[in-house]
């Protein structure tokens, strides 16, 4: 049962309960819309319940939610309070996490839910906080497929954690590749000649794309982050009206040593052709296709060199895989959080 995809319409209807905050705290320099208020206040509602049963245990609240429902406080709360999707993260550690919460039919009891919140808080800091990154920052939480059985819903958590980098350079026009920039197809060998091992073309091409994407501003957080997955040669990324075998056929580099030569050298023209591909489809195709509108691309989690023996005359199949995150961006409505999980 599906239970973490709690969509866009859904969030408008969230019941409305009165914010903690004082509407004069509210950052008007900020593009707050009507749908960042309803969720922002739903999210700060659920917040004082959280404080309400930490400083009063012994309290057991009579009101329940669905259980969809109390997955997506779980995960947008989380994100919230103590995710930083607007850095910069040149690489990423994900860790997964596994939890339970008591059902009643199918709702969940408030004070369960609220328990369940602060175990999360617990469980992911020590997770975050193991990661060996020398500088990090906790990119975003998302609640996987949930099951159900004798009486518990059972979930798990992804924590995203961010390896925190200098950020690239601005791409230019014809894109971000310059002279020297011949890269490596992939598996991590480097610049074409040189295999230094430091990098190769899909890693360049993440760091390209991603370095788009921080908003120093800080402004937003992530609600319903969905991760979508790609890899070269796949049928839904063939290029329309391309009949050729070469390296312009999709949007993700692939090649087949069945047809022919592959080029595994990719020249800074090639990368900047294919770094045009990759913006069109994160920004255009996958959001048309696949997502909605209200859909922002957060990251690129990974992009990697594929080399797969075909069959046994040795003849192989090289394609860059990625893995996306998307999510609804929501501007905060006050100025106290995201907060450093300690």
């Known amino acids: ?48 319940k959280v404080e309400y049963h930490k400083a009063y245990p012994g309290f057991k609240s009579l009101e329940t939610i669905s259980a969809d429902s109390a997955l997506w406080y779980l995960e947008s709360t ?25 059902l009643s039919g199918s709702e969940v009891n408030m004070t369960d839910l609220t328990d369940k919140f602060n175990e999360m808080i617990q469980e992911i800091s020590t997770t975050y906080h193991a990661v060996a990154y020398a500088e990090k920052g906790l990119s975003l939480v998302n609640l996987q497929e949930a099951t159900v059985d004798e009486g518990l819903l059972h979930f798990t958590v992804q924590v995203v954690t961010g390896e925190k980098g200098e950020v690239p350079p601005s791409p230019v026009l014809d894109g971000p590749f310059e002279e020297g920039d011949d890269w490596w197809y992939g598996e991590m060998k480097g610049r074409c000649d040189e295999f230094l091992g430091d990098s190769d073309a899909a890693n360049q091409l993440k760091l390209a794309i991603n370095a788009m994407l921080p908003d120093p501003e800080g402004n937003f957080y992530v609600i319903n982050p969905v991760e979508i997955t790609k890899k070269g040669g796949d049928s839904d990324l063939r290029r329309p009206n391309d009949i050729e075998d070469n390296v312009y056929d999709y949007y993700l580099f692939y090649g087949n040593e069945d047809i022919g030569n592959v080029g595994l050298c990719l020249n800074r023209n090639i990368m900047n052709w294919y770094y045009s591909s990759l913006e069109y489809l994160l920004f255009t195709k996958i959001k048309e296709e696949e997502l909605s509108p209200s859909y922002s691309l957060i990251s690129i989690l990974y992009l990697t060199g594929d080399k797969i023996d075909v069959d046994d005359n040795g003849s192989f199949e090289y394609s860059h895989i990625g893995n996306f995150k998307y999510g609804i961006k929501v501007n905060y409505i006050t100025v106290d959080f995201p907060q450093e999980l300690q």
């Open 78 to 102: 989380f994100n919230y309070c103590y995710g930083f999707p607007n850095e910069f993260y040149k690489s990423f550690a994900i860790d997964t996490l596994s939890f339970s919460l008591l």
């Open 1 to 48: 049962m599906k239970l973490n995809q709690f969509f866009f319409l859904c969030a408008i209807v969230l019941l409305v309960s009165a914010c903690s905050k004082d509407t004069n705290e509210i950052a008007t320099e900020r593009p707050v819309s009507a749908f960042d208020l309803k969720v922002g206040k739903s999210i700060n509602s659920f917040i004082n």
